[in-house]
């Protein structure tokens, strides 16, 4: 499985980016997905995470009202829009899958067994 993470940059505070990440596997629609972050100095933290089919959804306290995570099992996508952004936001964005028969969503980092690269997301002040 391998997973492809796009769409960092930097942007201003209160802007927004939305951050994309494809899989290589067809069978993408049974896998939950999840967005974690990683600031220098700290370590991983739990953003956003979604249902294989998408009816579900959990975020961080940090993010909520302001992030949003989907899916498009017909693209192998995942998604995480992000609004409103701020200075603490900065860091580099992991996407993360969990191959899954239930309706699951995992905010744990160990729940997952697969990782992409990562893609560097920096807010200014």
């Known amino acids: 499985v391998q997973l492809q993470a796009s769409g960092g940059g930097l942007v201003q505070a209160g802007g927004s980016l939305r951050l994309s990440c494809t899989m290589s596997e067809r069978t993408f629609s049974n896998y939950a997905m999840g967005w974690f972050r990683q600031a220098p100095g700290k370590e991983r933290e739990f953003v956003a995470a979604?249902?294989?089919?998408?009816?579900?959804?959990d975020y961080a306290d940090s993010v909520k009202g302001r992030f949003t995570i989907s899916r498009d099992n017909a693209k192998n996508t995942v998604y995480l829009q992000m609004n409103t952004m701020k200075p603490e936001d900065t860091g580099i964005y992991y996407c993360?899958?969990?191959?899954?028969?239930?309706?699951?969503?995992?905010?744990?980092?160990?729940?997952?067994?697969?990782w992409g690269q990562g893609t560097q997301v920096t807010v200014s002040s």
């Open positions: 979604i249902s294989r089919s998408g009816g579900s959804t």
């Open positions: 993360a899958a969990q191959f899954t028969f239930s309706s699951f969503t995992a905010v744990r980092a160990t729940s997952y067994g697969h």
